[in-house]
């Protein structure tokens, strides 16, 4: 581990970036020990974030340790206090609700540790504690696939049953509010039925069944949103257990990009996903060896890139593409 540079907080406060000497970035990554608390593996985006992470690590000679909190934030502080006791160059974060980080996070900064976060989001009384956050811009996933739904129906009167994340996360809050704005102004598309399906494909599956029955066996439902493609897996189970017809009678419209709903959608079970990136640690890295060889603080957020992918996509070369990268 390097010597701890004690320049985080005083930059942070006087906005400014301090020259020191310059080694050369290998040099400085290959010396590197960053601690990663990983939220857990409740879903295949997050398992391909883990393996993706360890992969950017190595390539840069850094050494990462993970720690797999199971979905639950009191093992996450455990973990960031666990890091600061090891005396690690940096912590990643990946933080599975948004709120009740300020404590642990001020003792992380206490020690000049920096932190970044990675692929979720905490609440704005929190944004000095931490250097950057990497992630992409949820609201806009959600907006994205708001519009292309309304796109997709027309004029024609569709009832929405959303599938939601983890509450209390950032991204299930943010694709929440994108999905609204993106369906908004157009009353012939209104979410009917609205429930946490956890990032999971069986809670996913479970919820999509009681969505069916309350739904006249599904035949009122026009369309699902899935806060993820997991959730849409596990509800495209439940939709051909109960006869129906995900892709044609019921349009489905999800999240990340997974290797499995490529294969969805070329069997025309699944109409469309916005993608998330799993590499979101490689931005993370880079931005910490800056910080470390030369004090460049980097922008308070680094937005990575989302896209829509429709059936038009050749769903099977894309998922061909993917299949091997961790997911
Ligand atoms: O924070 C990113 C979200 O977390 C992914 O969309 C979901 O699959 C994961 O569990």
């Not at 599975?96 to 001020?106: K, N, Y």
């Not at 509450?167 to 299930?172: D, E, F, L, N, Y």
């Not at 993820?228 to 892709?247: F, R, S, T, W, Y």
């Not at 931005?287 to 937005?303: C, H, L, S």
Request: with cysteine.
């Amino acid at each position: 581990m390097t010597a701890r540079t004690p320049v985080f907080s005083c930059l942070t406060a006087l906005g400014l970036s301090l020259a020191v000497t310059a080694l050369p970035v290998a040099a400085i990554a290959a010396d590197l020990t960053v601690g990663f608390s990983q939220i857990g593996s409740e879903s295949g985006w997050r398992a391909a974030e883990t393996t993706v992470s360890k992969v950017e690590a190595e390539k840069r000679g850094i050494t990462l340790k993970i720690a797999d909190a199971q979905q639950k934030q009191e093992n996450q502080i455990k973990a960031i206090r666990s890091f600061v006791a090891q005396g690690v160059d940096a912590i990643f974060l990946a933080p599975v609700v948004s709120t009740g980080w300020e404590t642990v996070l001020a003792e992380a900064k206490e020690a000049e540790i920096p932190v970044v976060l990675l692929d979720r989001d905490i609440d704005p009384s929190g944004k000095d504690l931490y250097l950057t956050a990497v992630t992409s811009d949820s609201v806009h996933e959600g907006r994205v696939a708001g519009e292309w739904l309304v796109k997709t129906v027309g004029d024609k009167t569709c009832n929405v049953v959303e599938l939601q994340g983890t509450v209390g996360a950032s991204v299930a809050t943010n694709r929440k509010k994108g999905f609204e704005e993106g369906i908004a102004g157009h009353a012939n598309v209104t979410i009917v039925r609205s429930q946490t399906g956890e990032f999971t494909r069986a809670k996913g599956k479970e919820v999509m069944e009681s969505f069916i029955k309350a739904e006249g066996g599904g035949q009122s439902i026009c369309a699902v949103y899935a806060h993820n493609d997991d959730m849409m897996v596990g509800a495209i189970q439940a939709m051909k257990e109960a006869g129906l017809k995900p892709g044609s009678e019921i349009l489905t419209v999800s999240i990340d990009a997974v290797p499995d709903i490529f294969k969805a959608m070329a069997a025309g079970e699944a109409n469309a996903t916005v993608e998330l990136t799993p590499n979101m640690a490689g931005p993370a890295f880079d931005a910490i060896v800056a910080f470390k060889e030369n004090g460049t603080v980097p922008p308070k957020w680094i937005q990575t890139e989302s896209k829509l992918y429709t059936a038009a996509d050749d769903p099977m070369a894309v998922y061909e593409s993917k299949k091997d990268l961790g997911y």
